[in-house]
């Protein structure tokens, strides 16, 4: 369902058209945004409208789409007791600035976002692999990785073994 709120209504009016749709789910507000937006409209939602916590950050892939990944910022706010969930749509091998500087949290959700979905944060403090060596090949949580064969290749080159799976 369309959302048009007094929130929508005063990002809308900072932000025009990089707030690309609104909606509600389970009565949270989800903004899409632009992504070459997204710091402005991070500190915006921070500074403004009082999200003064990231609660999450991740990624979904949908490998048929043009704009391959969705970017997903879930930010709660402590005086209003609520959520809300910004939407970046990003192509494949497309950066985004990192949020890091706005919410300290970001450092390692972003590190994790790299880890498994290959999605560059620009200007982030630190970013390399968090879960896996960094010499891994390719990105797990991409819905055309093949984890088994990754696993098996990375076990006999590092370990000297075959893989047990």
């Known amino acids: 369902?369309?959302?048009?709120?007094?929130?929508?209504?005063?990002?809308?009016?900072?932000f025009g058209e990089a707030i690309r749709e609104a909606w509600i789910d389970r009565k949270q507000a989800i903004l899409v945004v632009a992504p070459e937006q997204l710091l402005e409209i991070a500190?915006?939602?921070?500074?403004?409208?009082?999200?003064?916590?990231?609660?999450d950050?991740?990624?979904?892939?949908w490998p048929k789409r043009e704009k391959r990944f969705d970017l997903v910022l879930i930010l709660y706010s402590f005086?209003?007791?609520?959520?809300?969930?910004l939407k970046a749509l990003l192509g494949e091998g497309e950066p985004?600035?990192?949020?890091?500087g706005v919410w300290p949290t970001a450092n390692w959700l972003e590190r994790e976002c790299y880890d498994m979905?290959?999605?560059?944060?620009?200007g982030h403090s630190n970013l390399k692999r968090l879960l896996?060596?960094?010499e891994w090949q390719g990105f797990?949580?991409?819905k055309d990785y093949d984890i088994l064969q990754q696993d098996e290749a990375w076990v006999r080159e590092n370990l000297g073994i075959e893989s047990g799976q």
Do not use: C, H, W
């Open 79 to 85: 005086a209003k007791n609520e959520r809300l969930r």
């Open 140 to 142: 797990p949580l991409r």
């Open 132 to 134: 896996l060596p960094e």
């Open 1 to 14: 369902m369309p959302l048009n709120n007094e929130l929508v209504q005063r990002y809308k009016a900072r």
């Open 117 to 122: 979905f290959g999605i560059v944060f620009a």
């Open 96 to 100: 985004v600035t990192t949020v890091e």
């Open 57 to 61: 950050l991740t990624a979904v892939d």
């Open 43 to 55: 500190q915006f939602s921070r500074d403004d409208e009082k999200f003064d916590m990231l609660s």
